[in-house]
DNA sequence: CAACAAAACTAACAATTGTTAGTTTTATAC
DNA sequence: GTATAAAACTAACAATTGTTAGTTTTGTTG
């Protein structure tokens, strides 16, 4: 593993901070205590509080909206997308539980340009979610319970597993996988 | 309707506000303008922030607390249990969305006594669940899939549930219900 | 060792925070 | 209409907030 520069040392601790209490309840000399040094010297690396929360956010967000592209846009079938959909969770979660915390919970202190960004982005992964399910029901590939149920409870099940996952230990990445696809998708083939 | 008392008004204002931006980012001040007084004025009503945060969340936790006891506690198959359980969620929900908002986002923000009665409660509650599920496993009632995924992402969803239910329109609470317990439990069964 | 950049420091700022004290207004009861 | 209680107000407090300016220390490169 080659070193983080100290810019990502300080997102990463602030991740961190950011799940255990929320971005609102963190001050930048809690994040300074955890690395060690005084507040003000985090501003030889860092541009401002928010700077942090939008860094750690828009990366996510846009590490969801590229996956869901390719999947989108791909030729497999509606359950396939679906289980690429929850594959593509479990990998973002791995690797970066912390940072996922603050795009569940703090999205909304975002300011300005990355707000609309954010909610754009999360609107359009939504939106391209619902239409996954709707094809497949009208493939009959999905049973057709009520869409929108099916929609937020797989979101939910897979924007929550930040929250879940470390409490396993060591749980294999293609376990939970097969898992996940198990518990979320045999209810509504 | 019987009229809300002074306190329930500013604890119902709080919940909303809470709800929107998190406990620490919501100032006395934007509570009390949410009331149309001044902050100073709250505190004819209220002891503290913390107080109105604690009777919030400690109130709908005890409301969990209790319905869970009484099903535990009954003489229902593990499926119907689970039936129960997902009722429970879509009538507390229904009746306090925005309480919910607090309770699993802002349950960090308690303090001392309150904090640890709160894990506690949460803590019994899911090793509640979790003896359900297990108990339907072993009378094959349930597919031996993971049970701890089982027990994860059907709490997931129903936890969520108030992020998503005041989007659909005036949608039925026992169609909800019912709905709930298909895409949930059509795959475990 | 001299030079330079990276990264830390001290000290302070203006704004905002939850809360208190004391006072005034509003509504209710006799 | 006067007394009482409820609910609002103004003014202020001590502490904490994110951030800046200016300085010193640390580490690297020739």
Redesign the pocket.
């Known amino acids: 593993m080659k070193p983080e520069?100290?810019k990502q040392e300080i997102i990463s601790a602030a991740a961190i901070l950011f799940k255990e209490k929320g971005y609102s309840a963190?001050?930048?000399?809690?994040l300074?205590k955890a690395?060690?040094?005084?507040?003000?010297?985090?501003?030889?690396?860092i541009?401002?509080?928010?700077e942090i929360l939008s860094t750690i956010i828009i990366d996510l967000a846009e590490e969801f909206t590229f996956g869901m592209n390719q999947i989108v846009n791909s030729e497999y079938s509606s359950i396939q997308k679906l289980e690429n959909i929850i594959s593509l969770h479990v990998d973002v979660t791995l690797r970066n539980a912390d940072g996922l915390a603050s795009l569940n919970n703090d999205w909304m202190h975002l300011e300005e340009d990355n707000l609309i960004y954010f909610e754009k982005m999360r609107h359009d992964y939504e939106e391209n979610f619902r239409d996954i399910v709707k094809k497949g029901v009208s493939n009959q590939e999905i049973k057709a319970y009520n869409i929108e149920i099916i929609v937020f409870s797989t979101l939910s099940t897979l924007r929550t597993l930040y929250l879940w996952y470390p409490k396993q230990k060591n749980i294999d990445a293609n376990i939970l996988k097969r898992d996940m696809i198990s518990v979320l998708l045999q209810g509504v083939i």
């Open positions: 520069s100290r963190v001050t930048m000399r809690d300074a690395m060690g040094i005084k507040a003000a010297s985090l501003y030889n690396h541009q401002s509080k928010q």
